[in-house]
């Protein structure tokens, strides 16, 4: 079974950082496309950023481009996000989702629980 | 960036409805069209991809179509595990974008 479980969430300052990890397990890591999509409270869905497979391609959005950074160790089944310079709208949950290319294009095939980072002083 | 736009924004339908949310794209995105849907406080969840094709284990209830700038996806006989919030993502570039969502309540 697949499974995602993000942590690393909480409360933190304007200005501050926060490193948040998604655990995976059940398919072979090093062989997906995995992201990061976050959700303000009550808003909808944000993609935020993309890694392939091996870490060599990266993409961001423009709202965290700069600020947050994406990364990955297949050999512990793991992806992270290392957010700084956070805003107070970067308040969301925020998902880990495994990606996966077809001729139709991406999609995002299955998505951790969420963890919940809260900016506020 | 290309932006989705769904409507409506909620709808209240009864079990056994046939429902139907729009989704339009600001620009051809042939048929690089997912959609998903999420309950209160969970994940969300792969309903259909590339504009047609049904997820796993999702029930043949739900359909979509379309290509270009419009698409619709279709439920064609509410159950009440259908009450949830629908949203529409396009895949044709990054940021691969979603619509606002659409949420179905019960009337």
């Known amino acids: 079974e697949v499974q995602l479980v993000e942590s690393g969430g909480g409360l933190v300052q304007p200005g501050g950082s926060l490193r948040l990890s998604c655990a995976a397990s059940g398919f072979t890591f090093s062989s997906y496309e995995m992201n990061w999509v976050r959700q303000a409270p009550g808003k909808g869905l944000e993609w935020l950023s993309y890694i392939s497979n091996s870490g060599s391609s990266i993409y961001y959005a423009d709202s965290v481009k700069g600020r947050f950074s994406i990364s990955r160790d297949n050999a512990k089944n793991s992806l992270y996000l290392q957010m700084n310079s956070l805003r107070v709208e970067d308040t969301a949950v925020y998902y880990c989702a495994r990606g996966r290319r077809g001729a139709g294009g991406y999609y995002f095939d299955y998505w951790g629980q969420g963890t919940l980072v809260t900016v506020s002083s | 960036d290309i932006q989705m736009t769904q409507s409506p924004s909620s709808l209240s339908a009864s079990v056994g409805d046939r429902v139907t949310i729009t989704c339009r794209a600001s620009?051809?995105?042939?048929?690089?069209l997912n959609w998903y849907q999420q309950k209160p406080g969970k994940a969300p969840k792969l309903l259909m991809y590339?504009?047609?094709?049904?997820q796993s284990g999702v029930p043949s209830r739900f359909s979509d179509s379309g290509s270009g700038t419009d698409f619709t996806l279709t439920i064609s006989c509410l159950q009440p595990e259908d009450f949830a919030t629908y949203y529409c993502q396009q895949s044709y570039n990054t940021p691969w974008g979603f619509g606002q969502g659409t949420k179905v309540e019960i009337k």
């Open positions: 590339a504009a047609s094709s049904l």
């Open positions: 620009q051809n995105i042939s048929s690089f």
